[in-house]
């Protein structure tokens, strides 16, 4: 393939399989389709071998990278989607704040948000192609190298997520410093909730023009939040999210599956299944049964098996699998776990879960 034709996102490869496309639009599919939050990570020795020495955020802007590390799952696993390799934390970085990864703790900011005249130092209209083509250019190149065997899902952190690291400068148990402006600070809270939305939109819609095939928005602080605070701060922006990305695509003749995943947001499954999001994905704390009734069949659900089950034998894998595709039933949903997978899990465990996902499924879709 020539350079020329790896930059352009036009010409892509044929898709393949579309498994994962149909699931998220509740349609019939001959398997359940499966993929593995952080498939691309540190449990795998290939992965710890291209990222070692470099970086995080250096490796984040290297489109060459990206796309290795987001193939890298694929040429061990039959996955049904791919996820773009990089970080919610390029948000923050394209609106002028440091970020640094720093090993054994995780990221940092060296100057976090402390009282609402910091937010003069953020960047308020930022421009995407410039401050993140480096994705941009990471999604199309990998859309092309991935030769239409699985859809490519871009992400983004949703705002409430992306606040708290800004004023926490890391990460936190407690959340305390962020939830700090919520209640002091209401106004300012909202001014950058919206500024953060403003540039999350530019940037989903960018990544769809790339090649981005599906789009997940990652609300993974949601669990601080109660419902009160949640209805408040975060379900109105990640509302505003979808509306204006399938405004905007429509304008252009396009329509991706849009996924929203609010970690232990278990009392928001209803209000989130009417956000316009096709999926709901769900942590490991919510029995998938309740999950199916409050969602009313609106949407389809992803999710939601314990990360830590992986640990588990082969042959218990496989059970818990079974289990859990009978609670959700194998209409419009998306086999996944709960949260991403740690460090030290063995890739044969991701293999065993994937596998019994697909034998699984297979049978009961053919015995319906
Ligand atoms: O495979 C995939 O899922 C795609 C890649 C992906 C990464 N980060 C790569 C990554 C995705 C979707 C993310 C999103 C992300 N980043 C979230 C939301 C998802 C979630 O986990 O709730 C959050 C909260 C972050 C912020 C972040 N980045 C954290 C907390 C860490 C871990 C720090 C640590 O030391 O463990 C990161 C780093 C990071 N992002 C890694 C990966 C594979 C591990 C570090 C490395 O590669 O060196």
Redesign the pocket.
Known sequence: MSDAAVILPEDFPQLQNDTFLRAARREETEHVPVW???????YLPE?RET?SGKD?FE?CRSPEACCE??LQ?LRRFPLDAA???????VIPQAMGMDVQ???????TFPEPLKEPEDLQRLQANVDVSKELGYVFKAITLTRHKIQGKVPLIG?T?APW?LMS?MIEGG?SNTHSKAKRWLYRHPDASHMLLRMLTDVIVQYLLGQVTAGAQAL?V?E??AGVLGPEEFGEFSLPYLRDIARRVKEGLKKEGQDVPMIV?A?DAHYAVEDLSQSHYEVVGLDWTIDPRSARERSGGRVSLQGNMDPCALYAPKGRISDIVKKMLERFGTKGYIANLG???Y?DMDPESVGAFVEAVHQHSKRMIEQL
């Open positions: 593995c939050m952080r498939q691309a990570g540190r992965f990222r995080f490796t590390l987001t799952p996820i773009i390799f990089s970080d919610i934390l990864m720093v090993a054994g703790k995780g990221p992400f952190g997520t690291y990460g997940q990652f993974s602080h995943f970690k949260h991403g997978l460090p």
